[in-house]
């Protein structure tokens, strides 16, 4: 098989459960780990994982991807690199209770970050998200040629990267983003070209229902956010 048929797979991953007690939007910010359940749902991903041809692990610089990534790793005798273009995007609500129904857009205070939903005004342009996490997969595509790679990510940068490649617009209401903790956005090469693209969730008996893709939003439900 030559190099432009060559099939390799780099399934992108979201990162377990995260101890958020106080239900912040923790962002970019380190010093936040993952679960007890985060944990588990890693370690389900892992044997989920265990019988693949993964060749490469890599995660985003913050512990809870990190963290994710270390039992898969693990299980194929691989190392955890580490890739800044897979971090979370930058949001100024950082630090923040900032979810959907808790009254946070009906604050005067807030509304300056909220002007243009398109870009977004309050963080991280889409467009720029989507070009680092384009060339961070390329990268990992690379390192995994005709087997398959792991890189551990969060949910804003992985859903734009998939509304980018399956030719949606990028601005979107949260609460509909296929993207459950622990899920895995899996993307597969033909050559260097994105050919399809699959979603599937080993872990999902353990998530809470509420954090479930396409669930209705609780009230004050900021830990939604912690992507």
């Given at each position: 098989?030559?190099?432009?048929?060559?099939?390799?797979?780099?399934?992108?991953?979201?990162?377990?459960?995260?101890?958020?007690?106080?239900?912040?939007?923790?962002?970019?910010?380190?010093?936040?780990?993952?679960?007890?359940?985060?944990?588990?749902?890693?370690?389900r991903v892992a044997e989920h994982l265990a019988g693949r041809d993964v060749a490469y692990v890599v995660a985003?610089?913050?512990?809870?991807?990190?963290?994710?990534?270390?039992?898969?790793?693990?299980?194929?005798?691989?190392?955890?690199?580490?890739?800044?273009?897979?971090?979370?995007?930058?949001?100024?609500?950082?630090?923040?209770?900032?979810?959907?129904g808790d009254g946070a857009l009906r604050r005067p205070a807030n509304w300056k970050y909220l002007s243009n939903?398109?870009?977004?005004?309050?963080?991280?342009?889409?467009?720029?998200?989507?070009?680092?996490?384009?060339?961070?997969?390329?990268?990992?595509?690379?390192?995994?040629?005709?087997?398959?790679?792991?890189?551990?990510?969060?949910?804003?940068?992985?859903?734009?990267?998939?509304?980018?490649?399956?030719?949606?617009?990028?601005?979107?209401?949260?609460?509909?983003?296929?993207?459950?903790?622990?899920?895995?956005?899996?993307?597969?090469?033909?050559?260097?070209?994105?050919?399809?693209?699959?979603?599937?969730?080993?872990?999902?008996?353990?998530?809470?229902?509420?954090?479930?893709?396409?669930?209705?939003?609780?009230?004050?439900?900021?830990k939604a956010f912690g992507a």
């Open positions: 098989m030559s190099k432009t048929d060559e099939l390799t797979v780099v399934h992108v991953m979201r990162h377990g459960e995260v101890h958020n007690p106080d239900g912040v939007l923790y962002g970019r910010r380190p010093g936040y780990h993952l679960s007890d359940l985060g944990r588990r749902m890693a370690d985003s610089p913050l512990e809870r991807a990190q963290e994710t990534a270390a039992p898969i790793a693990g299980a194929h005798d691989l190392p955890v690199g580490t890739d800044g273009r897979l971090i979370e995007a930058a949001n100024i609500f950082e630090g923040r209770k900032f979810g959907v939903p398109f870009r977004p005004s309050w963080g991280e342009p889409y467009v720029d998200q989507v070009v680092r996490m384009t060339a961070a997969l390329a990268a990992a595509r690379d390192h995994a040629r005709g087997r398959e790679a792991v890189c551990v990510s969060h949910q804003l940068p992985i859903w734009i990267l998939r509304s980018f490649v399956e030719r949606r617009r990028l601005w979107h209401d949260p609460r509909r983003r296929q993207c459950t903790l622990a899920s895995l956005t899996t993307f597969t090469y033909r050559g260097d070209r994105i050919v399809s693209v699959a979603y599937t969730e080993p872990a999902r008996d353990l998530v809470p229902a509420h954090l479930l893709s396409g669930a209705k939003p609780q009230q004050g439900g900021g």
